[in-house]
């Protein structure tokens, strides 16, 4: 690995088809020995709702944790649970360290504000691990302030595969 950390974001399709993206990958690199760690994003299906995230997927213990409200804070029409996505983050942190690879579904709403997954990125980031993930396009000016040398890759399992290959070298 590079001397700094590789952070790339995954940037020209959905977000719900990004997280299947990065599973089907995870999927690949695991069963190539990688050490892979942190969380993907599956949505809850219901219709009419301004987010869809329903739960994160602890990639290495296949633990849910529901990041959806039922009922929004009256506040915001946002359904995101801002704990759920922090215990999420939690059980994240400790695997930091022995993994050759973070995936962490989003940089979003929670990430802008410094909550959410913000603390397993900033982890990853320190432990120079890589990093690959998404960028919410309402948050892409606090994503560049904190991650300003990331790479833009296309949304396809070549170029996502190609990323992996020059960051752990195999």
Do not use: Y
Request: glycine share 8%; aromatic share 6%; charged share 20%.
């Amino acid at each position: 690995m590079a001397d700094s950390p590789s952070i790339a974001t995954v940037e020209g399709t959905d977000s719900a088809a990004v997280q299947v993206l990065f599973a089907k990958a995870i999927g690949r690199w695991k069963d190539g020995g990688l050490r892979v760690a942190g969380v993907v994003e599956e949505t809850h299906g219901l219709p009419g709702r301004t987010c869809n995230a329903g739960v994160l997927r602890d990639i290495a213990s296949s633990r849910s944790h529901s990041i959806f409200l039922a009922t929004p804070p009256v506040d915001t029409s946002c359904h995101i649970d801002a704990r759920g996505a922090e215990g999420a983050c939690a059980a994240v942190l400790p695997q930091i360290a022995d993994c050759d690879l973070v995936v962490l579904s989003k940089f979003g709403k929670l990430e802008a504000a410094h909550g959410g997954l913000f603390d397993a990125f900033v982890a990853a980031f320190e432990a120079r691990k890589p990093i690959l993930t998404t960028v919410s396009e309402k948050h892409r000016s606090a994503w560049t302030a904190f991650a300003p040398d990331s790479v833009v890759i296309e949304p396809t399992d070549t170029a996502i595969d190609a990323w992996r290959r020059s960051v752990t070298g195999g």
